[in-house]
């Protein structure tokens, strides 16, 4: 081999190996906001649900709230043909999932669909394992927007190998896609997959429970606090275009109500995905008005991207602050007890520099107007200490701006 040759070999290995691939760019700058059918319905899914749920979406206002992506999880497939291309379950999906996602598009919504880079689903569907490119290409045809992909059934399969190839197949089928890695945080997706995927998740499941984890033959599920607490070391990894995901959310599937306010403000906290995970076509009044509050939305949806981070907690009450763009803070007190607290808070204990961000509090020398997102009659500023009751399972959160016309003195 002349030296020329030598050159031009070396040079294009990285390419071979996709050290120059992408993922799509310009996706998720804010954690992604939808609806998934896992938590509720598991297997139980057809066309009528998906239609029927967009409908609701746009109804109830839920679109304009900014929940936009419409997912389906496992079990829509049907066998892969004589080609090897999948095919969508014909009897649950008999107009077929082209013009299921003709709809939704027609409707404001964008669609999501699920796979496994193993060679099954979880629940023993047929997984993309051996198929990416060909996966890839029948969801740009269908219309799909956003693609889940698991992890079962992925026995001597390289991680990221299996997670890259996928991210590379959907650009080449040259769809924007929202690529959404399922892998349980088995592999920390967070230490090599910024420029794989737009999330990963960081657990195993979540159940509809505060604060016990279920146990199942030979799995556990995994209770809002558990998986809370398995965030916090985790913020350094998150930023516009990836995310770390907590798994979605179980407002509305059996939880009280101070429980289902606490897990939705601490996701928004998190700057978590918030994909919806309950009945939207049967829902209470209450569980609407969770997760639409728009105040407590625009903190997950703050466009500084930043992790929230927990500052200190006495025992069975943590304090956490999120920066926000223009030097605003939310700031959320979570009672993980099962008692009523009454706190007094003052804020100059609060003073701190969070070295992620670079952003001080510096309650000493700057005044805030605060308002508590939950009950927005609760308004007033940083000079005076505060007493705060919080109920068993519940928070408080408030909105912190900057009042530029009287710095304190102080
Ligand atoms: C895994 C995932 C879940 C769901 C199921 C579907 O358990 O973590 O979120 O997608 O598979 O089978």
Redesign the pocket.
Known sequence: MNIRKLLFSLLALPVCFGAFAQKYDNIAKTPQMGWNS?NKFNCNINEQLVRETADTMVELGLVDAGYIYLNM??CWHGERDSLGFITENKEKFPSGLKSLSDYLHSKGLKFGI?SDAGRK???GFPGSFGHEYQDAIRYAQWGVDYL?Y?W?AAKDINPKGAYALMRDALKSAGRPVLFSM?E?GSNQPWLWAENVGHSW?TT??ICASFAEDMVYDGWKALSVLSILDMQVELRQYAGPGHWNDP??LEVGNGMSVSEDRAHFTMWCMLAAPLLLGNDLTNMTKETLEIITNREVIAIDQDTLGVQGLKFKDDGAVEYWFKPLAGGQWAFCILNRSNEEVTLSINWKEFNFTDELSGLSTAFDKVLYDYKDLWNSKNVGNTRSNISVTIGGHDVSVYRLTPNNSKKSKK
């Open positions: 896992w999880d496992d699920y689903t979880c629940a889940k698991d079962c399922c349980w998740r195993g499941d798994d979605m």
